[in-house]
């Protein structure tokens, strides 16, 4: 109540209205979200942009403190905030990783321009754009967009394997969808992967179950990729021919 009753009169006083009213806003303690929007609109309306994106980022703080991803993911790209962004995007993918979809589609199909904020949020609005395409079994377009999300380096290291993985049913159409420059490139990634992955030694335990599993998706990965190709080069030399 009181907090708020003297905003209008900071801005009558034309040399020291505006500094204290800023320092008035810091003292405000942001309890609730009502609260907060009303700060919010106060600072808008006075085109005060450091304290919008500092009141943002102190709710996207809270909410990524309340485990409410979504909230925390709307306050961070409205505070554009890279940082916290691309934190909150890992915290999105490793969701996806656990569980196998994504919470809070409506957020992340309508991100638009706000995507570019960070190469982790670029990276998150692709993988859900591969997902769109994948459902519409748009074969090429899956294998052109899987081959870019691995190859432009914005991908998190932690993510390849998913996405390598998601190149499985692909792999196994009918039809050949990866041509054999793709699965060349394709294989490589699956290569550097590997070769820099730390061998676990000691008792059989969790660690070693789950490096088991990854142990057999790859060995499927390469054997997809070796019939793929083979498949592919035939395929290619046989359109060469006519």
């Known amino acids: 109540g009181l907090q708020f009753l003297n905003m209008d009169y900071f801005d009558y006083c034309p040399e020291l209205g505006r500094v204290s009213l800023e320092l008035h806003i810091e003292r405000i303690t942001l309890n609730t979200e009502q609260k907060a929007f009303k700060v919010l609109r106060i600072c808008e309306q006075r085109q005060m ?3 919008v994106r500092s009141i943002c980022k102190i709710l996207a703080m809270k909410a990524v403190r309340n485990n409410r991803l979504g909230s925390a993911f709307s306050w961070s790209i ?7 962004a691309t934190l909150v995007s890992d915290r999105f993918l490793r969701d996806y990783c656990e569980r196998g979809c994504f919470s809070d589609l409506d957020l992340i199909d309508n991100l638009g321009p706000a995507m570019m904020l960070s190469d982790r949020l670029t990276f998150l609005g692709k993988y859900r754009e591969f997902h769109r395409v994948y459902g519409e079994k748009r074969f090429a377009d ?4 899987l081959l870019s999300l691995m190859t432009s380096q914005i991908a998190p290291r932690s993510f390849w ?11 196994e ?4 969808i990866f041509s054999a420059e793709q699965t060349y490139e394709l294989m490589q990634c699956l290569e550097d992967l590997t070769s820099g992955r730390p061998v676990h030694g000691g008792p059989h335990t969790q660690q070693c179950q789950d490096d088991d599993i990854e142990t057999t998706k ?3 990965l390469r054997l997809a990729l070796a019939r793929n190709l083979a498949r592919a080069i035939v395929r290619e030399g046989s359109l060469e021919g006519f």
């Open 173 to 176: 159409q009918k039809q050949v």
């Open 218 to 220: 790859v060995e499927m």
């Open 49 to 51: 942009t450091e304290q």
């Open 78 to 84: 409205r505070a554009k905030d890279a940082a916290f």
């Open 161 to 171: 394997m998913t996405l390598l993985t998601d190149a499985l049913p692909l792999l």
């Open 142 to 145: 899956e294998a052109s967009l």
